[in-house]
C-alpha cells in the first residue's frame, strides 16, 4: 500500500540553525499538510497546501516557517532561525481529495540544542 | 471555546471485551470526524472516516457512531486483542474554508491485557 515517507527520521539542530524537513506525499495525492506533535501534548495543525499554494496555516506557522514542492514528488517545511520550542515530531500528511481522509507519514524527530 | 475531549487519558481493558472510547467536541460543526491509531513514535495511521449525515460506520471489528445533536462520537473495538493496545485520536475536519484541516483530541491510551 503506498504511503507517506518523511526524511529524516531524527534531525539534531543547535538552536538559531534552519532545519529543512522533506516529506514525499502519495503520489496522486493533490492535498498536502504539516503538523507537529510536542512530546506528550496533541498533534496540532500547521498548514495546508493545494495547487501550489498555501490553502491554510495556524497561528503556530509563523514568519519562521515555509513550505515548498519544488517538484513532482517532494513537500518541504524550512524552519529558519530554530528555537528550543520548535523540538517537537513534525508530521507529513496528504490526500487525494476533500472528500478522503488524510494519510501521515511517520515523522521526523527535531531536537533543537 | 473550541474544545475536543477524549473521555479518558488511559484505558484498561481484558481481550476479548468490547473497548469504547468516547470524543465530545464544542463549538464546532465538522463536516466529519476521524478516528486514529497512533503507536509511540510512529504517525496517527487512518481507522475510520464518519460524515455529519453518517449515523454508524463499521469496519472489521471497529465501529463509529456520530450523533452531532449531542457532539460525540463514540469508538468501539469488539473482542479486543493485545495487538490493540496503542493510543486512539478523534480529529475533526474543522477547516473555514473547506480545504479540510484537521483538529485532534489528545487521544486515549489503550491498553489490552491478555
Known amino acids: 500500500e503506498p504511503e507517506v515517507t518523511q526524511t529524516p527520521s531524527h534531525q539534531v539542530t543547535q538552536m538559531g540553525q534552519e532545519v529543512i524537513l522533506r516529506c514525499v506525499p502519495i503520489?496522486?495525492?493533490?492535498?498536502f499538510y504539516w503538523y507537529r506533535q510536542i512530546l506528550g501534548q496533541k498533534v496540532e495543525f500547521l498548514v495546508s497546501?493545494?495547487?501550489?499554494?498555501?490553502?491554510?496555516k495556524s497561528e503556530i506557522f509563523d514568519d519562521q516557517f515555509s513550505v515548498e514542492r519544488p517538484d513532482g514528488s517532494n513537500f518541504t517545511l524550512k524552519i529558519r532561525s530554530t528555537k528550543l520550542e520548535d523540538s517537537a515530531m513534525y508530521f507529513c500528511a496528504s490526500r487525494v481529495d476533500r472528500e478522503q481522509p488524510q494519510h501521515f507519514g511517520d515523522g521526523t524527530r527535531l531536537s533543537i540544542l | 471555546s473550541q474544545k475536543i475531549e477524549q473521555n479518558s487519558e488511559a484505558l484498561n481493558i481484558q481481550e476479548g471485551k468490547t473497548a469504547t472510547l468516547t470524543c465530545n467536541y464544542t463549538?464546532?460543526?465538522?463536516?466529519?470526524l476521524q478516528w486514529y491509531r497512533q503507536d509511540p513514535g510512529r504517525g496517527p495511521v487512518f481507522l475510520l472516516l464518519?460524515?455529519?449525515?453518517?449515523k454508524e460506520k463499521r469496519k472489521e471489528r471497529l465501529k463509529v457512531t456520530f450523533d452531532t445533536t449531542l457532539k460525540q462520537s463514540l469508538f468501539h473495538i469488539t473482542a479486543s486483542q493485545p495487538a490493540d493496545s496503542a493510543t486512539y485520536l478523534c480529529a475533526l475536519d474543522t477547516a473555514a474554508s473547506g480545504y479540510s484541516t484537521l483538529t485532534f483530541g489528545k487521544g486515549t491510551m489503550l491498553l489490552v491485557s491478555p
Open positions: 503520489s496522486n495525492h493533490l492535498y
Open positions: 464518519i460524515r455529519e449525515n453518517e
Open positions: 497546501f493545494y495547487n501550489n499554494e498555501i490553502s491554510e
Open positions: 463549538n464546532y460543526s465538522p463536516a466529519y
